[in-house]
T-cell receptor, first 112, second 113 residues
């Protein structure tokens, strides 16, 4: 039972354009969400988070949107850069449960 | 360098064998988490320790066990290995209970032949 789903295994975007990565979840108890970025041969690195009391959080070129009614979150990268090419994982947790459920990842390729 | 150290980086072993993966958390972090990433799969949560005590358990097989020592490093023991255990095993750490996100190590790639 995949509680966190990233239905697009890959995405290609032209440099300078917007990248939109999507994530859906099924557990309405999830109240904290994270995005991680992973380069080959490295561990995932934390990118941005959002709690369920917000619907948007921005950090530089990265913005995460949360639509609780649709159980959907998205990561926007504007403008996309070749260095953003990586695998992006979304993760969700229920506060106090001490564990995150990760999606299967989306491989982003930003074309120069 | 994330500050989370995992050893070894690569491990090749035969079916039926037992291996130990080691993780040193980032300085000051009390929580250690273990995740498994199989081919084309997301990160599957295995287990969490906080300051030496088990705090949460995920889909960890009975053949697998872990512990966190007084110096806060952690070991993941995998026994009676099967081909399907081949995966990347990540350790992560956080100061507290992880709501602020984890810091991951670079992983141990286990290949069972």
């Amino acid at each position: 039972d995949q509680q966190v789903k990233q239905n697009s295994p890959s995405l290609s975007v032209q440099e300078g354009r917007i990248s939109i990565l999507n994530c859906d979840y099924t557990n309405s108890m999830f109240d904290y969400f994270l995005w991680y970025k992973k380069y080959p041969a490295e561990g995932p690195t934390f990118l941005i988070s959002i709690s369920s009391i917000k619907d948007k959080n921005e950090d530089g070129r990265f913005t995460v949107f949360l639509n609780k009614s649709a159980k959907h979150l998205s990561l926007h990268i504007v403008p996309s850069q070749p260095g953003d090419s990586a695998v992006y994982f979304c993760a969700a947790s229920v506060m106090g449960t001490y564990k995150y459920i990760f999606g299967t990842g989306t491989r982003l390729k930003v074309l120069a | 360098d994330s500050g989370v150290t995992q050893t070894p980086k690569h491990l090749i072993t035969a079916t039926g064998q037992r291996v130990t993966l080691r993780c040193s958390p980032r300085s000051g972090d009390l929580s250690v988490y273990w995740y498994q990433q199989s081919l084309d799969q997301g990160l599957q949560f295995l287990i969490q320790y906080y300051n030496g005590e088990e705090r949460a358990k995920g889909n960890i097989l009975e053949r697998f066990s872990a512990q966190q020592f007084p110096d806060l490093h952690s070991e993941l023991n995998l026994s009676s290995l099967e081909l399907g255990d081949s995966a990347l095993y990540f350790c992560a750490s956080s100061p507290g209970t992880g709501q602020q996100g984890y810091t991951f190590g670079s992983g141990t790639r286990l290949t069972v032949v």
